[in-house]
């Protein structure tokens, strides 16, 4: 891990930041020993961003835009981690699939959350896959990011039941009450050094 150093921390965010904002709030509660040393956004003007300056983190816009392919964008990308002193990766609502010029850089180091019990219902729109299918029980999944989408080691798993009349907006918020709740537990397990990784499987000591 970090050799008792406080672990530092980059979220890749596209979107509105509600599980930034519980990583936030939870390192500023004193929960996780760790740092955010950066935010980094592929899109300009999203509310992630502000949430962060609010917070005095340091935030980056790393746009798509003038990159030939998804490869020199994740080299280019790799180079802001290692300035910032990055030791874990996380994805927050990143809508983009990393290519192995990112995972390679951070082996067992790039965590994301999905809001489906892996390994069903991967990709987009997971909620409505679910509801779709007709389970009876869904949730949300934080795994190691592999070059697969969605297919890397489970850390931890949260359920919730799907009711009769549930939409993909109502799912999603029962869902997402619980991404906030298990994506810093995490976090967490990885800064304290909980987390060993056998094959496919997750180890969580004590």
Known sequence: M??????RLAVLVSGSGTNLQAIIDSIEAGD??????????????????????????????????????????DLATVEILRQYGVNLVVLAGFMRILTENMINAFPNAIINIHPALLPSFP??????????YGVRYSGCTVHFVDCG??????????VVPVDAND??????AKIQKEEHRIYPAAIKLFVDGKIKVKGRKVLITD
Do not use: M, W
């Open 167 to 172: 939409t993909e907006e109502t799912l999603s």
């Open 149 to 158: 989408t969605d297919t890397g080691p489970i850390i931890l798993q949260s």
């Open 2 to 7: 970090t050799d008792n150093l406080t672990c």
């Open 123 to 132: 990709g987009l729109h997971a909620q409505q896959q679910a509801i779709d």
């Open 32 to 73: 996780i020993d760790a740092t955010i040393a950066c935010v980094i956004s592929n899109k300009r003007d999203v509310f992630a961003l502000e949430r962060a300056a609010k917070h005095g983190i340091t935030v980056v816009v790393h746009e798509n835009s003038g990159f030939a392919n998804r490869q020199e964008y």
